[in-house]
């Protein structure tokens, strides 16, 4: 048998036919980027980075938990106290080490892809690289804007907080054309009402540039709406929730305006409380989406900040988070029913973070679709820890087998790093290989108008036609 070599122009094709499809129908296609984590300060200042471990390694919290499970001192991962230099050498140390995890994959990807480097990296070949990076990266040709233009990417949606100012999201739209950035309303903090001290914290900032007094349920309503407008002004299209699991519990008004009003009197409200509190606030910011006729989305099932000790020291997002195993569908099926109730519910998109809940979701968007949009619920792509690729083919295969894979709307990053975009050649790669399995298999036919236009709408097609954002 012959060896592939690692990383060519086939990696993750496995046949000629997987390879024609790749070529002939994805690997061209602009990139609609429509979930990360971007700076958008980054973007529309455009001030070259100082080197790669800048735009690799600071807050990437993915290669964090790669370096310290290789033993890796801390300080070279989210220390203040050393150079790029250290921290870069410390990594390129680790990436052996990765064999098999997608850490080792999305590395040498976005090492060629970006910096037309093919050697692996190592302790040895490091200083080499590093070099050769940083030059690149000093370059007036390969400034933040000019890297999204570089993967061709068309439009990209970043995750903004309800009192951000999207001021950079101005100043960009006066600025610059050819870059489009989107913000996203993530209105996570409004929910965390049993975490006492950092909500009053919040309500008060969101008071203040909403410019409404909170002192009730409905100026708290009142305060966001103002804000949900505001975005929705700078071209937002799109929310998102970051949550452990849908909130659907019963309530009434009256009890939901007692439980506000304790808490903002400082008052510890009962773990019940809470529960009826979050599932009226994520009904009623769901409705605001369906009202502007928004896209929303939901990132449910992760166990967030386990290590207590590292979490006082470092803060939350630094990689101590896990997969939760929460019952989830019961709760889920309530929400989007009492929407669905009063046609009032809008686009969706779910991500699951336990693969257990593949099936679970694939068969819970059927129950919602109303053939009013094509697509109107969407199983989301492997995310988080399942955004590689035996992660990828098991969503692919769950939606496949219980729903309509041909109206999926494909990948996006969820990353914080400008380098992360070839995780979208990944995942078109992978798609390609599986569909050629089929045809060599002759479980489907080996009809390029069908498969390869299926392959153009999911790597494309599919999230222009359904975001509307362009």
Request: glycine share 4%; aromatic share 12%; hydrophobic share 35%.
């Amino acid at each position: 048998m012959k060896i592939k070599e690692f990383n060519n122009e086939n990696f993750c094709l496995d046949s000629k036919t997987a390879e024609i499809l790749y070529n002939d129908y994805a690997a061209n296609l602009p990139i609609i980027d429509y979930h990360c984590h971007l700076d958008p300060k980054q973007i529309a200042e455009n001030k070259n980075f100082k080197s790669i471990t800048e735009v690799w390694l600071y807050g990437d919290h993915y290669k964090w938990r790669a370096m310290r499970t290789n033993g890796i001192d801390e300080k070279f991962c989210t220390g203040k106290n050393t150079n790029d230099w250290e921290k870069f050498e410390k990594w390129a140390e680790t990436v052996p080490a990765t064999v098999r995890n997608p850490l080792y994959h999305w590395t040498h990807m976005e090492l060629k892809s970006a910096f037309n480097i093919t050697d692996l990296l190592n302790k040895e070949s490091a200083k080499e690289i590093y070099h050769k990076c940083n030059l690149k990266l000093s370059s007036t040709e390969f400034k933040p804007q000019d890297i999204l233009k570089h993967y061709n990417v068309e439009l990209f949606c970043t995750t903004d907080d309800p009192i951000d100012d999207l001021k950079y999201h101005k100043q960009l739209g006066e600025e610059n054309n050819e870059i489009k950035m989107f913000p996203t309303w993530r209105a996570d903090k409004v929910l965390v009402i049993d975490d006492s001290i950092n909500f009053l914290n919040y309500i008060l900032k969101l008071s203040e540039v909403s410019d409404i007094e909170i002192n009730s349920y409905q100026t708290l309503l009142q305060a966001l709406q103002k804000r949900h407008d505001y975005f929705s002004e700078l071209g937002c299209k799109l929310s998102d929730h970051g949550i452990e699991e849908f909130y659907a519990d019963e309530y009434t008004e009256i009890e939901i305006n007692l439980i506000f009003r304790k808490s903002l009197q400082g008052i510890q409200i009962s773990s019940k409380e809470a529960l009826k509190y979050k599932s009226a606030i994520l009904h009623d910011l769901a409705i605001m989406d369906w009202e502007k006729k928004w896209t929303q989305q939901f990132h449910y099932g992760a166990l967030r900040n386990n290590n207590a000790r590292l979490l006082t020291t470092l803060g939350s997002d630094t990689g101590f988070d896990s997969i939760g195993d929460l019952a989830v569908a019961q709760n889920m099926s309530k929400f989007f029913n009492k929407l669905d109730a009063k046609n009032q519910l809008t686009k969706t998109i779910i991500y699951n973070l336990n693969p257990r809940d593949n099936e679970l979701v694939a068969t819970m968007i059927g129950n919602f679709q109303d053939g009013t949009i094509s697509g109107k619920m969407q199983f989301g792509s492997g995310w988080w820890f399942l955004d590689q690729k035996e992660g990828m083919e098991k969503q692919i295969n769950s939606l496949s087998s219980l729903g309509l894979l041909s109206r999926f709307i494909g990948m996006l990053t969820d990353s914080r790093s400008l380098l992360s975009y070839p995780r979208h050649d990944y995942f078109r790669r992978i798609l390609c290989n599986l569909l050629a399995e089929d045809i060599n298999k002759g479980l489907i036919p080996n009809d390029q108008k069908l498969i390869g236009g299926m392959i153009e709408d999911i790597c494309y097609n599919n999230a222009k036609n359904f975001l509307q954002l362009a």
